[in-house]
């Protein structure tokens, strides 16, 4: 999820806290509990800070090891540590259980996205997408912030927490059946279709599809169960030529192919000499184009002299970013 859902959702964990006897007997334990909860709720995204050094890394990184089984301990331990030293009367055991509450929950919640995470490290690195529900929802974002000014007004925040969150489940619930029932219509639609990848987006009912047969890649839009087909591209083995490998060697190339599953790839002769080198994941179709690409240009010395991947949505763009 995006982090101002993470955000509110810390907040009204806080408020569900107080169902702890522990919680609510304490001052200390409760102020290093909602402490705890907050930072939790964060923590695993910390990784964000890896943009700043490029996208290849960010995209590569990001949702991996900060969000894999042992860092969903590590996490409320390392928290837990630091509050005792500024709250040494709190609750240790309260403390830890809550805080790994917040970070298992978000992590939970991320593995609900198209972009998923690596949250199954170390036993594998494959990236678990479930594809269920969008990055910022606005009724999960809509209900946290009514329940905490509902709080805010006066309300048992742990009546008022529980009803939310029960709802919650609900919601996940219903998500979790449209999306198989429109995965089910994308199989009855495309003919040998066998790898269906499906991206929900702020809009209830509508999708993004991207899926494969034996022969084509197709991309598609859903809206409930009626599948409108976008785009039919043929798929073509990958050039065993040096060239192509030289540039699936590229950091930016290589961080892609980590990440996406379904893509397609462009081969053409540009100026100075150049060969381009493109891939494009076919998820995420905006305005007639694919936004998310990993691109390298190769010299005739078979040299990648310019590379870049992420998200552009214009030519003029990506060749800003090439140099």
């Known amino acids: 999820m995006d982090t101002g859902t993470h955000l509110v959702m810390g907040i009204t964990i806080s408020g569900l806290t107080f169902a702890d006897p522990t919680v609510a007997a304490s001052t200390a334990t409760a102020t290093a509990v909602i402490a705890g909860v907050m930072l939790g709720s964060q ?6 800070v890896l943009k ?16 894999s ?6 996490w409320p331990t390392l ?25 298992a929950l978000h992590v939970f919640v991320d593995i609900f996205n198209a972009y998923g995470t690596q949250a199954l490290r170390p036993f594998t690195k494959k990236w678990i997408a479930l594809g269920i529900i969008n990055t910022f929802d606005p009724i999960i974002f809509g209900l946290n912030v009514i329940a905490i000014m509902i709080w805010a007004f006066g309300a048992d925040p742990v009546i008022t927490m ?11 619930i219903i998500r979790t059946w449209l999306h198989h029932a429109v995965k089910q219509a994308v199989q009855n639609t495309i003919p040998d279709v066998k790898d269906i990848y499906l991206s929900p987006t ?7 599809v991207a899926a494969n047969s034996d022969t084509h890649h197709y991309v598609a839009r859903a809206y409930g169960r009626s599948i409108t087909l976008l785009d039919k591209f043929k798929i073509e083995p990958l050039p065993e030529e040096e060239l192509f490998e030289v540039a699936i060697q590229d950091e930016n190339l290589r961080s892609f192919l980590s990440f996406s599953p ?11 000499n150049l060969t381009e080198v493109r891939l494009i994941d076919l998820r995420y179709r905006s305005n007639n184009r694919y936004p998310f690409v990993a691109v390298a240009q190769v010299d ?24």
Do not use: C, M
């Not at 700043?52 to 969000?67: F, K, P, S």
């Not at 702020?202 to 993004?208: I, M």
């Not at 379904?262 to 100075?272: G, L, S, V």
């Open 202 to 208: 702020r809009y209830f009912f509508q999708y993004r």
């Open 43 to 48: 923590a695993p995204d910390i990784d964000t």
């Open 52 to 67: 700043l050094r490029n996208n290849a890394v960010y995209i590569r990184h990001h949702r991996g090891i900060t969000h």
């Open 262 to 272: 379904i893509y397609r790839f462009e081969i053409r002769k540009i100026k100075n």
């Open 162 to 172: 529980s009803i939310l969150y029960g709802t919650l489940v609900i919601y996940y």
């Open 79 to 103: 928290i837990t540590l630091v509050l005792l030293l500024l709250l040494p009367d709190a609750n240790v055991l309260h403390l830890w259980l809550w805080t790994f509450f917040a970070v």
């Open 69 to 74: 089984i042992p860092a969903v301990f590590i």
């Open 300 to 323: 005739e010395h078979l040299k990648v002299v310019n590379s870049y991947t992420g998200w552009i949505f214009s030519e003029e763009k990506l060749r800003s970013k090439l140099g």
